[in-house]
Structures are given as C-alpha cells and as structure tokens.
C-alpha cells in the first residue's frame, strides 16, 4: 500500500482547498513523517468506528459485511450490560442503556472488532438562565494592593465580587493551565504543560496557613507591584521559594483538618496527580525533554512511579502535589463565592487547543497525542503563510483506543470549577491541521477526528459537570459543522468584529444565534479602543506586521458600525453604546473585557510575535480597588440591563 493509500485508511485528506481558494496537495515527505506519528489502526471489519448511542433518538448501527448471525455485547469494568444477536446486517441499540463509555465487542463467524461505545445524552448541559453576561479579564494581569505582582486566585474572588456589584453572572479568564516552573518566561497560556492540571503561580501564598511572610519577601515586593507588565521570573522566584517554605511548614506541623483534606484530594485525582508529581520530579532532575531521559522513564510506568515515591524523591513528589492541592482549593473557592452570590455561570474557563510535546500530558498519553505532529492552520486571507502554533494535539486512533479518557480527563479537569468553558479551535473536534516538524504551515494535513464520538463525549461530561460548551468556531469551517455542533448543544461564539457579510456591514441583532457567547472582541485582536483609534494597525506596522487591513478600510469600518448602531436606535458609538447593541441580542451569553471597560488601546496578545509585543504580560494600569471610579458604572448598568443581575 503506497502512502496516499495508507493515508486515506487512516482518516488523513491529502489534499485540499485552503482559505485562498488554492487547491493543495500533500507533500509525500511530510505525509511519511505524518503517518510514523501516528498510530498504526485502521478501521475494523465489521463496525469500523466509535458506536454513539444518543438518548431520546433511535441508534441503530449497520454491519453490512458480517456473516450472519453476529453476537455483540457491551462491557463496562463491572461487566457485560448489555449483550444480543443480529440476524438482519444490523443492531437496533436498547433505549435505556445508561450514560457512560464503554467497550463494544462484535463477532462473527471468523471475526472479532472491539471499538468504544459511548451512550450519551441528547444534548450537553444547556444552562439555567436565560441571557446574561460577564466580565472577561485576563487574570494575570489584574492588579491589586495585595498580589504579588500577578492576578491570584483571591483577586478573583475580588473580581467575582466586581462582576456582581456590575450585574454580571460569571468572569470569563484565560486559560489557568500548568505551564512550566523553570521556565516562567514562556508565560502563554495557550501553550501549556499540563490541561490537567493548574498554573501554581496564581496561588495567593499568603493565604496559605502555614506561611509567614518574610521581610526579605516583603521588601521585594514593591516593585514588582508597581510595573506595568508581569515580571514572571521575579514573581516566580518569590512564588516557588513561598510555597516550599509553606509546605516546610505543612510537613512539620500539619493541621489535621489540613492533613485529611490533602489526602482526600491525592485521593481524588488519583494516578494522573501521582502521574504528573513524578513527571515534573523527573523532568528536574534530567534537564531534558522526556524522549531523551533514560530509557525507563521515556514512558509512564505505574510500578517505577510508585517506587520513586517512596525513595529519595518522596518529598519533592508530594511538594508538587501540595502546590496542585493549593491552587485547586483557592480557584474553588471563588468557584464557590461565585455560586454564594447566586450568579447563574459563575467561571467561564478557557482550554487551549494542545499542549508541549515535552510537557506531562504528551508523556503521559503518548498514544492519543502525536509530539512529532503540531497543531495549526492552513493559508488563509488572514494569514497567508498558515500557522504552527508548536502544539501536540490527539490523534484518533489513540483515543479510540483508550476509550475516549485522555480527553474525557481533560474536560473533567477544564469543568471541575467552571459554569462554562470555551474549547479553543473546536473544529479540532473534527479535524486537525497537523505539521510534521520540520516543514511550514503550508505542508501539513487534515486528519479527520472521530466528531460525533467527540461532541458525545463533550456533552456527556457537560451534563455531568453542570458545564455549558462553548465552541470556538471562527473563520472557515466545512459546511454542516456548526449546525452539528448546535445539534449536540455546543454553542458557537460569535465575535462582533467577524460578523459582517460580504460586503462589510455588521450584521443586524437579528442574525446572532440563540445558543451562543457573543463579543465585540476577544483577546487576540484590537481592544475597542485601540481599534477606533487605529492603534491594532499602527502597532502591527511598527512591528513589520501585514495587519490585513487598511486605514481606508478602517474608516469605512467605522461608518458601517455607525450604520448598523443607528439601524437600532443607538446614536452613540462609545463601548457601552457597542454593548447595549450586543446585549440586545439573543445570544444567552455576553462577554465585556476589563480593557475595553477602561479604554485600553493595546490588546492582550499579538498573533505571530513572541518578544517584540508583551504579550501575555500587560497588567492593568488600575487596581481591582479603584476599578468602580475607573468604570462608568451607571452607563455599564444600563447598557446591559435587559440581562443584568443588578438594578440600575
């Protein structure tokens, strides 16, 4: 079988039309690198892929080349569930199979095929609410009288205590994912270590118990607390020494109450913490991505894991654990704050598209995640070279084979405290842009992923967790995707500055969709601000950047925006003017950013530099203190009260 052959078995489009219009053929040395990458499983001789069975709809599974009769049964850890015979090249499922995944097995006379089957509801969780809204901030870079020159889990709670006394239910945040302690320079949170698993850096260490504030600490906070972008190496030396004094102090003198919770929560997380606590021991103590460690680490092995945490290592295991123990127990306290106020979202967390091939989850899932392979985009008019975003992401047959569970891990991790999440590029779902290493974003693929068993697994978890979904659909998607995922109850995320038709106008309140977060923005384009004064463009210029657009074009931009504003009955064009236009809609969900709130010209995040723009950096120039007298609050309050919390 020559490769273009092997690539089509394996769910891989090797050629395609890019958001150019061009017709692209993959290269055959990049397609070999594709297909070593990925595990060797081709589709099975009976069923052939992931069974879904959907409550409330009839499931009914074709076995077209079975030699009648063919025996099936579905197995759970328990035991057989279900188990029957088909005598007619088909399988009518029972209605009242209960929600979980579990192992189909189906035979014939000479054949065997075990695939997963997930059984799963209608629809995900569809919230309790009809339209609210929420505050967006990027929490490192709340600024506050008290932090340690970061946003921390406690200065949410004071923006959840913010967002309240404004109306809103809910504050939407960056991603708060584990990156890398020995290298907090690589701050973006899009790039993470571990989905799994938290960033320990927003951990308000004084809030733990067991720590007492040094002067030498003390001192050197001031000016940490006075610049205008985080100093994450110096923050992160303070942070990391803190936290090993305070667990010094835990060891030494445990509260018992203290002690029983951290060991119910070990308990919890169960083998991925144990997992991921020996990793980040390893990855210490070998200096080097895990592929070149010593060859019994290169994969985790539950009996070398086990050993290592009663050796030398033990303490240094369980410091890593009493970090994660930490940070979970302050976001979920302002999970809980959330919850007490009676907002009806509470957090709206963000999950990142994939993860470093060097970082714990690529060790650990080695088979539903392809380090060789990273995550990105093809050409399109936005980005005519494409994109690499030097991300690993899951490939199909590894998650079939694992029965779905890397993934159904990360989204328990991702709902454990949030209302709501927003998965990043939710086509990934299904399909995968994937570059080989050592080739451009113009050389890679799509591979197709198993879609329905993942939207399944989605709205399965979503529905345990209370969660409502919110994909990240923008730019260029394959006719039907977004009426599937609307059909599964995940909801679309509609960007004001996107929604034009072909002509540039902004689209009327009318068009924007029922199950959706819409905003003006998000973190990765011009603030309001900076966008009617032109700053996105100038800056992009000053940095050698294409910005795609012209200052004519911005120009006309503006008017249309006037235009539509008008068509509404709005006569101003300011931001509250703007979010009065979005809150009319009815899209369930808004989301207003603090920069926008305060005026900023410069946004979060510049796509395509890495050091000549701070992103992932810029703190607010105002603390959570002052943020009432920043904010028209009156004008906020009345811009949004067809679905505020608070009366005006």
Request: aromatic share 10%; with cysteine; hydrophobic share 45%.
């Amino acid at each position: 079988m020559d490769l273009f052959a092997q690539a089509k078995a394996l769910g891989i489009q090797t050629e395609f039309l890019d958001g150019q219009g061009n017709r692209r053929v993959t290269d055959a040395a990049a397609l070999k690198i594709i297909l070593d990458a990925l595990p060797r499983q081709a589709p099975g001789p009976l069923v052939g892929h992931p069974v879904v069975v959907r409550s409330g709809r009839p499931s009914r599974t074709e076995l077209p080349t079975a030699t009648l009769p063919a025996e099936w049964k579905i197995v759970a850890d328990s035991g057989v569930i279900a188990k029957g015979e088909s005598s007619d090249h088909a399988i009518d499922w029972p209605k009242d199979l209960p929600l979980g995944i579990y192992r189909l097995q189906v035979s014939d006379a000479a054949r065997v095929e075990d695939v997963p089957l997930i059984s799963a509801p209608e629809r995900a969780f569809g919230g309790e609410f009809d339209r609210c809204w929420l505050l967006a901030a990027q929490l490192y870079g709340v600024r506050s009288a008290r932090n340690w020159g970061m946003g921390d889990y406690t200065d949410l709670a004071s923006l959840i205590e913010l967002a309240d006394h404004l109306g809103a239910d809910g504050v939407g945040l960056n991603p708060l994912h584990a990156l890398f302690d020995d290298r907090p320079g690589d701050c973006s949170p899009y790039s993470p270590n571990s989905r799994l698993f938290l960033n320990a850096l927003y951990i308000d260490v004084e809030k733990i118990p067991e720590f007492q504030l040094d002067s030498e600490t003390s001192e050197a906070l001031a000016p940490l607390r006075a610049r205008a972008v985080v100093d994450y190496v110096s923050v992160a030396g303070l942070k990391w020494r803190a936290l090993r004094s305070a667990f010094a102090a835990f060891k030494a003198n445990a509260n018992p109450v203290r002690q029983q919770d951290f060991d119910k929560f070990r308990s919890e997380c169960g083998t991925l913490l144990s997992h991921f606590a020996c990793f980040e021991v390893l990855r210490h103590k070998f200096g080097k991505p895990w592929w070149e460690w010593p060859e019994e680490w290169r994969h985790p092995d539950e009996a070398r894991c086990a050993a290592l945490r009663e050796g030398a290592d033990a303490s240094e295991i369980e410091f890593v654990e009493f970090v994660q123990w930490t940070a979970d127990r302050q976001l979920g306290a302002a999970s809980d704050l959330a919850k007490k106020l009676g907002m009806k979202v509470g957090l709206y967390l963000d999950v990142a598209v994939g993860v470093q091939a060097d970082g714990f989850d690529a060790w650990n899932e080695q088979v539903a995640i392809s380090r060789h392979l990273g995550v990105g985009a093809p050409p399109d008019p936005l980005n005519t070279a494409g994109q690499t975003w030097g991300l690993a992401g899951f490939n199909a047959a590894g998650l079939e084979r694992q029965s779905f569970a890397p993934y159904r891990d990360m989204l328990r991790a991702s709902m454990r405290h949030a209302g709501a999440i927003r998965l990043d590029h939710v086509l990934g779902l299904k399909r995968l842009y994937l570059v080989p290493q050592g080739f451009t974003a113009r050389d890679g693929v799509y591979v197709q992923m198993p879609f329905e068993a993942l939207l399944a697994v989605t709205a399965l978890e979503s529905l345990t967790h209370r969660c409502v979904v919110i994909g990240e659909d923008l730019g260029t998607v394959p006719e039907g995707f977004r009426d599937q995922i609307a059909d599964w109850g995940i909801w679309s995320y509609l960007v004001m500055m996107f929604e034009r038709d072909d002509h540039g106008s902004f689209r009327s309140i009318d068009h924007y969709l029922t199950n959706a977060l819409v905003t003006f923005n998000t973190h990765d384009l011009s603030t309001y601000a900076g966008w009617r004064s032109f700053g996105d463009l100038k800056l992009k210029r000053s940095l050698g950047i294409d910005p795609g657009e012209s200052d004519d074009a911005r120009w006309r931009a503006l008017a249309m925006l006037d235009n539509v504003l008008r068509h509404h009955a709005i006569y101003r064009n300011d931001l509250y003017s703007v979010a009065n236009f979005l809150a009319r809609t009815k899209s369930r969900l808004l989301a207003v950013s603090l920069e926008d709130l305060l005026g900023l010209v410069d946004q979060p995040n510049i796509p395509g530099t890495v050091n000549e723009h701070p992103n992932w950096r810029r703190r607010l120039p105002v603390s959570i203190e002052e943020m009432t007298s920043k904010v028209d609050v009156a004008a906020l309050k009345a811009a949004t009260h067809e679905r505020s919390r608070a009366a005006i």
